[in-house]
């Protein structure tokens, strides 16, 4: 899938000649890479830009009704404040956690400080937001690297109910226009690669999805990819049965899918051994160290970037010995109920 990927957007890129406008400084990638595998600082490093959303969507996962941790927003200074620890070995960040990014008005004052270091950024969104918080010009200017956008579905109605409170028109409208102004442009960067999670809803309509986003909207890449459910919520689980979920969502036909329904349970079809978040970190938005992307409540932390040195925390005796004896063999309590493959 990912080569697929891949193939399609050098092909767009190699014919319209903007792979030209790459400019990578080698050095200091190689550098941040050393650095990486003999210092074992993070590959890659989520942060939470804001802890709320615009949206109610049914399945997200981070729950926000359910959510008992404190929601705001990051303040610049403590992204600064962050971003100056890291940036001699920082390789990706990840801009997305329990909320929309778009909300914050900093972020690609974010994006274009942490590009200024040589790091890859991406931005996941739910696309709702791009023309009215933001400048189209804003998000081309700040050397942004992917913007993930959700598509999910060209039934207007299912649109609005899988995106609970999102408007079809208005959405592909924005990205549309974010894709011509690119165009235009003649740029490489942001990559905008649109995201359908395959749900039994969906599944017969995979094609005609995809052939919206890439010939009528003109993203650069499209990404199938499985639903999850929010079991590891206590609060969804406790209002969902697990049987209504399958009956409305699993998909019946598509390989595409992340759990089998056995004997009324479901079962991972791919559940690894280890978890990859031992070699990543995430940055909530009040600055302390998060475990991983599925603790939403943020029940596991870690110091807090505005108290001390990224990687004082990073390296702490507390935080070591849960990623190299925990997350890292899925023991903590969260990960009996998390569906990461
Ligand atoms: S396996 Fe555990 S540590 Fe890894 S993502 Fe899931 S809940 Fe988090």
């Not at 999850?228 to 209504?244: A, I, N, T, W, Y």
């Amino acid at each position: 899938m990912y080569r697929k990927l891949i193939k399609t957007v050098i092909k767009y890129h190699v014919q319209n000649k903007t792979l030209v406008s790459i400019k990578l400084d080698v050095k200091t990638i190689l550098r941040k890479f050393i650095t990486c595998m003999v210092a074992k600082t993070p590959i890659s490093i989520m942060i939470e830009p804001a802890c709320f959303c615009n949206l109610k969507c049914p399945l997200c996962t981070t729950p926000h009704k359910y959510m008992t941790r404190k929601q705001g927003m990051m303040e610049y200074e403590t992204y600064r404040k962050f971003l100056n620890d890291v940036k001699d070995f920082a390789f990706i960040f990840t801009f997305n956690f329990a909320g929309e990014p778009f909300l914050n008005p900093n972020l690609f004052k974010m994006v274009k400080a942490a590009s200024e270091y040589n790091i890859f950024t991406l931005i996941l969104t739910n696309a709702t937001l791009i023309e009215e918080n933001r400048r189209i010009q804003e998000i081309l200017d700040s050397q942004l690297n992917v913007l993930v956008v959700d598509i999910d579905h060209i039934d207007p109605l299912l649109f609005s109910q899988f995106r609970k409170g999102a408007n079809f028109e208005s959405t592909i409208k924005q990205i549309k226009k974010l894709c011509d102004a690119k165009k235009e442009q003649k740029r490489f960067f942001p990559l905008i690669v649109a995201e359908v999670i395959v749900s039994r809803e969906n599944e017969d309509q995979l094609q005609d999805i995809y052939d919206l986003a890439m010939n009528k909207i003109g993203v650069d890449g499209v990404w199938f990819k499985n639903i999850c459910f929010p079991l590891h919520s206590k609060g969804f689980r406790e209002e969902h049965d697990v049987s209504e979920l399958v009956e409305k969502y699993l998909p019946k036909r598509s390989k595409k899918k992340r759990y089998n329904y056995v004997n009324g349970n479901l079962e991972l079809i791919n559940r690894s051994v280890k978890c990859g978040w031992r070699y990543k970190s995430l940055v909530l938005w009040d600055g302390r160290l998060g475990a991983c992307c599925y603790d939403y409540d943020g029940v596991y932390t870690f110091g807090n970037v505005n108290e001390q040195h990224f990687l004082d925390i990073w390296n702490s005796k507390n935080y070591r010995y849960y990623r190299e004896k925990l997350i890292k063999f899925k023991k903590l309590e969260l990960c009996e109920k998390c569906s990461t493959e």
